[in-house]
């Protein structure tokens, strides 16, 4: 019990303290402050927008913002660097999609599904509208786009590389649940259509 007593009274004097020096470096640099924030103020700009689309509303349990940084005339170039972001806010925290990575396990968008979506031949295409907008396909990408069901999952298209197709597999229950989504860099040709 002493130790945590100790661990709660050390943890709590260097949270004091390093508040302390965040405090005393904006009073006594207010103006610098100042100026730095006007100096990101005038150079970046962020716009943040609500997906509304009926595909994601319909799909997912949580909003998604579609967020553009542009950052514009930092040393004097007349060039603007833009940054976009699709991200989710699930009521606690605003987080990134899962990153893709070579043949990805999806356990975070697997939990974003609503609990009454069944993925079947009739909301397939919606589906792939979700992906369009929380995955969208770079505009040089040749669109590949395409869906299909086999053996037991949904498979949906969004590249190909060498002959090699690239897309989303999902598996679904014997009702439509989805129940596992991953990313699949390279398909197995009994899985092809």
Same mark, same amino acid.
């Given at each position: ?6 661990n ?15 405090c ?9 402050t ?14 943040y ?11 997912l @349990?949580? =909003?998604?913002?579609h967020?553009?940084? $542009?950052?514009?005339?930092? /040393?004097?170039e007349? *060039?603007?660097?833009?940054?976009q ?12 999609f ?9 356990p975070e ?24 907008d ?6 040089? @990408?040749? =669109? ?5 069901? $086999?053996?037991?999952k949904? /498979?949906?298209?969004? *590249? ?17 649940k ?16």
């Open positions: 019990m002493d130790c945590i007593f100790k709660t009274i050390g943890n709590s004097l260097t949270w004091a303290m390093l508040l302390s020096i965040t005393a470096f904006c009073q006594d640099h207010p103006e610098a100042y100026r730095l924030d006007n100096f990101i103020n005038k150079s970046c700009e962020t716009d927008n609500k997906i509304t689309s009926e595909a994601v509303n319909n799909i @349990k949580y =909003d998604v913002f967020i553009t940084q $542009k950052t514009k005339n930092i /040393y004097g007349k *060039d603007t660097e833009i940054h972001f699709i991200v989710v806010d699930n009521g606690q925290n605003v987080k990134r899962e990153h893709i990575d070579t043949n990805t396990s999806l968008l697997t939990s974003y599904i609503q609990e009454d979506f069944r993925l079947n031949q009739e909301t397939a295409f919606v589906f792939q509208s979700m992906l369009d929380i995955y969208p396909i770079a505009n040089w @990408k040749p =669109d590949k786009r395409e869906f299909f069901f $086999k053996n037991g949904w /498979y949906f298209l969004r *590249d190909a590389y060498f002959r090699s197709k690239q897309g989303f597999e999902i598996t679904v229950d014997s009702t439509g989805i129940t596992n989504i991953c990313y699949k860099m390279k398909w197995d040709e009994q899985e092809s259509k």
